[in-house]
C-alpha cells in the first residue's frame, strides 16, 4: 500500500474499533500525517490549520473555505486525488461547515469541537510507526537541519546577537523549504540561565548554544549545538562530556521493544552515576517526536514500548550544556539523522560499543 491507504487503513480500524461514522483531523500535525506532508497552514503559530481532512468508512475529503481551496486543490492534495469542499469564507468557520457536511453522525475530531469526542488521545498509536515514505522523508529532514546547524555554528562571530543567529538559522532552513518551528539561541551565561533561551538582542562574547526545531512535511527534527570562542573552561568540558554520555544512556535504551520508561530510567542514572543527580529536574528530558516537537514527555512510568525506526529527540541537559539529536529507534544503536558531518564529536562508551556524540565547536 502507498503511505495514504497505510494511513487510511489505520485510521478506518480506529473508527470502526470506537464505533465512529467519521475522523476530523484539523490540526497542522495530523494532516499532514494522513496526507503524507500536505500543508493546511496559513499563521505559523496556530495548531490548528485552515483546512481539514475527513475521513468516513466510505471516503475522504477535505473541507476548506474558498480562500484555501484553489492552493489545496493545486499544490497540496492533487496527486492524492481528493475532493476539496470549500465553503464562503463569510460563513461557518471551519468547525461549522464540517458539522453541516457529516450532520448527526457520530466523528470525533482534533479541532476541540463541541459535543463530539477528542481523536487526538488515540493518535500516538497511529503515528508512532513510520512509513517508508515517511522514513525517507525524515532523513531528507534530518541532512537539511543538520547542514543549516553546522553553516550557521561555523559562521557565528564575536559581537553578532543572539537575533542575528536566529535569523541566519531560520533563513538556513526556509531556503530549503524547511520551517523553523523553533529557534532558540543562548550566549554566554544565559545558556546556564535559561533552559528554553528565546533570542534576544545580547550580543556573543565567549560562548553560543543554538537549538532548532525544524518542520517539513509536517515532520520534526530537533537538534542542539554549543560553540565556544577561545580555551574551553574545564568545568564546561567536564559537563559537557557528562551530558553526551547521559545522553548515549538515552539512547543505548531507544531500542524497539524497549519501554520509553526503562530509556528514562537509563538516562536518570547515568546523571547520577556522573555526579548530577538533580539536573534532570531542571528540564524536561524529552521523548518521542515526529508530526509533534514531542508527542510527550517522557518520564520513567511511561510505558509506552518502542516501535522500529520510531523518531525520538532526547535532550538531556546539565547547567551550561546539552546534547540533542533526532533519532531513529534501531538496533544495537539509533540512526540519528541530525548529523553535523564537520562538527566534532565526542566518543562515549556504551554496552553496543564507542559511539559518538556532538562536542562543542571550539574557534
Not at 499532514?32 to 496556530?46: C, F, K, P, Q, R
Amino acid at each position: 500500500m502507498t503511505d495514504f491507504e497505510q494511513k487510511l487503513a489505520r485510521v478506518r480500524a480506529l473508527l470502526q474499533e470506537q464505533g465512529l461514522d467519521g475522523a476530523v483531523f484539523g490540526t497542522v500535525a495530523n494532516f499532514a500525517w494522513l496526507t503524507g506532508g500536505a500543508d493546511n497552514h496559513v499563521g505559523i503559530t496556530s495548531d490548528n490549520g485552515n483546512a481539514a481532512a475527513v475521513v468516513t468508512p466510505s471516503e475522504v475529503f477535505v473541507v476548506t473555505d474558498n480562500i484555501e481551496a484553489p492552493r489545496l486543490r493545486d499544490e497540496e492534495t492533487v496527486s492524492l486525488g481528493l475532493e476539496v469542499v470549500e465553503f464562503p469564507w463569510w460563513e461557518p468557520d471551519l468547525t461549522g461547515a464540517v458539522t453541516q457536511r457529516l450532520q448527526s453522525q457520530r466523528w470525533a475530531s482534533d479541532m476541540h469541537t463541541p459535543g463530539q469526542p477528542d481523536v487526538e488521545p488515540l493518535m500516538y498509536r497511529l503515528r508512532a510507526e513510520l512509513t517508508v515514505q515517511e522514513v525517507q522523508s525524515y532523513r531528507e529532514l534530518g541532512r537539511i537541519t543538520g547542514l543549516a546547524l553546522q553553516r550557521v555554528g561555523e559562521s557565528v562571530e564575536v559581537g553578532q546577537s543572539e537575533h542575528e543567529i536566529a535569523g541566519k538559522l531560520a533563513g538556513a532552513l526556509y531556503s530549503k523549504g524547511v520551517i523553523a518551528s523553533v529557534i532558540l539561541v543562548a550566549a554566554d551565561e544565559r545558556i546556564s540561565l535559561y533552559r528554553h533561551p528565546v533570542p534576544t538582542a545580547k550580543r556573543i562574547e565567549k560562548a553560543c548554544m543554538l537549538v532548532v526545531g525544524a518542520r517539513w512535511k509536517g515532520l520534526i527534527c530537533s537538534c542542539t549545538r554549543i560553540v565556544h570562542f577561545g580555551k574551553l573552561p574545564e568545568e564546561l568540558a567536564r559537563k559537557h562530556q557528562a551530558v553526551c554520555e547521559v545522553d548515549a544512556a538515552f539512547l543505548s535504551h531507544t531500542l524497539p521493544g524497549e519501554t520509553i520508561g526503562d530509556a528514562v530510567k537509563a538516562g536518570f542514572e547515568a546523571y547520577a552515576a556522573r555526579g548530577y543527580p538533580e539536573e534532570w529536574k531542571l528540564h524536561h528530558q524529552g521523548g518521542p517526536t515526529g508530526y509533534k516537537g514531542r508527542e510527550f514527555r517522557a518520564t520513567q512510568s511511561s510505558p509506552q514500548r518502542i516501535a522500529p525506526l520510531q523518531p525520538f529527540a532526547w535532550n538531556p541537559s546539565i547547567t551550561g550544556a546539552k546534547s540533542e539529536d533526532t533519532v531513529l529507534a534501531s538496533e544495537p544503536w539509533p540512526d540519528v539523522l541530525t548529523v553535523t558531518p564537520e562538527w566534532p564529536i565526542v566518543d562515549v562508551q556504551t554496552p553496543s560499543g564507542w559511539r559518538q556524540r556532538a562536542d562543542i565547536l571550539v574557534k
